[in-house]
């Protein structure tokens, strides 16, 4: 696992809801989809969060659901509870933007 302090742009774009840019990052990210961002002091958790970010972002959510239940194995090894907290608000999140409704299971998730 290589530490890659590349989240930031990503959350950005996220934050903006900036699809474009969303589409210009992933290419860019997903190469590192099975590592952990880490900029020397701390961890911002691991890379498939931000690629299971900007899928949904895209509208590709099947994909997003992989990647994100992909972070959620890597932070539960980890032990890592906020990073375990937000993978399962992003679940959520991805559920809610393909029916508009918050599921059984993702509202267990939250």
């Given at each position: 696992?290589?530490?890659?302090?590349?989240?930031?742009?990503?959350?950005?774009?996220?934050?903006?809801?900036?699809?474009?840019?969303?589409?210009?990052?992933?290419?860019?990210?997903?190469?590192?989809?099975?590592?952990?961002?880490?900029?020397?002091?701390?961890?911002?958790?691991?890379?498939?969060?931000?690629v299971?970010?900007?899928?949904?972002?895209?509208?590709?959510?099947?994909?997003?659901?992989?990647?994100?239940?992909?972070?959620?194995?890597?932070?539960?090894?980890?032990?890592?509870?906020?990073?375990r907290?937000?993978?399962?608000?992003?679940?959520?999140?991805?559920?809610?933007?393909?029916?508009?409704?918050?599921?059984?299971?993702?509202?267990?998730?939250?």
């Amino acid at each position: 696992m290589l530490a890659r302090p590349i989240d930031l742009p990503s959350i950005l774009a996220l934050d903006l809801e900036d699809a474009a840019a969303a589409a210009v990052l992933l290419p860019a990210i997903e190469p590192f989809v099975d590592e952990v961002s880490f900029n020397g002091v701390t961890s911002q958790g691991p890379v498939a969060a931000y690629v299971g970010k900007l899928l949904t972002l895209l509208g590709r959510h099947d994909e997003a659901e992989r990647r994100h239940l992909e972070a959620l194995t890597m932070v539960e090894a980890f032990g890592w509870e906020y990073h375990r907290a937000s993978t399962l608000i992003a679940l959520a999140k991805n559920r809610v933007a393909v029916s508009g409704r918050l599921d059984a299971i993702a509202e267990r998730w939250l």
